[in-house]
């Protein structure tokens, strides 16, 4: 063990994890493998949040628990644990955990749309990434529905790790996303004037899931 190794959050989250579960979460090597997780685990949103632990644990997550798991991931192979936060009008807000490769960003992100799901690391600015949503992110009216996005929350900068192995501490890691600054991304003028999605970018949108979903 090296020194120190005991003070590391993510090594402290191993070792709650059975050997089982430390299996699935070291084989998470990079993004790729990260996403490829996300999308098996079980879509679940209720009233409750999960912590990475209940998530791998019980295989279920919604968009915001399964960034939480992406980051603690991301950061078990040398990134910073950052999240941001979509914010939207009319429509849920969605959650990515964010990486730079080469000075340039991607993403990670749970999500039963699939065109809100990873993104890889090809864009210049944090703007450039969230931008590439835009087209895909459509409530049940089919109106264009983001707005905005966060900068990136650290999660080292919270004041414990207990988000990783406590429900209860995830409502911490959700406060401290409120209060991060968020970035308007268009006037209110530019986007009362935009069409509904077309029929091929919602079926596209739609694809492997259900109207729903779609929030209403």
């Not at 209720?46 to 399964?66: A, M, Q, S, W």
């Not at 986007?191 to 739609?206: Q, Y």
């Amino acid at each position: 063990m090296m020194r120190g190794e005991t003070m590391n959050p993510v090594f402290e989250f191993e070792k709650a994890l059975t050997r089982r579960e430390r299996r699935v979460f070291r084989s998470l090597a990079n993004p790729e493998k990260i996403q490829q997780y996300l999308d098996r685990v079980r879509y679940c949103d209720d009233d409750n949040y999960h912590c990475p632990l209940t998530v791998i644990r019980k295989n279920i997550g919604c968009c915001f628990e399964g960034a939480l798991v992406a980051a603690v991931a991301l950061c078990r192979i040398g990134h910073p644990p950052l999240v941001i936060e979509i914010t939207s009008e009319g429509d849920d807000d969605h959650v990515l955990a964010v990486y730079r490769k080469n000075g340039l960003w991607g993403a990670v992100a749970k999500s039963i749309f699939p065109g809100l799901r990873s993104r890889q690391p090809v864009y210049k600015t944090l703007r450039e990434l969230v931008m590439s949503y835009f087209e895909f992110y459509f409530n049940a009216r089919r109106q264009r529905t983001m707005r905005g996005y966060s900068l990136p929350l650290n999660l080292r900068s919270l004041a414990d790790s207990q988000w990783m192995l406590d429900d209860a501490a995830v409502e911490k890691v959700n406060k401290a996303l409120d209060k991060t600054r968020h970035v308007r991304l268009f006037k209110r003028a530019a986007v009362c004037k935009l069409p509904k999605v077309d029929f091929w970018t919602f079926k596209a949108g739609m694809c492997g899931t259900s109207a729903k979903y779609l929030h209403r």
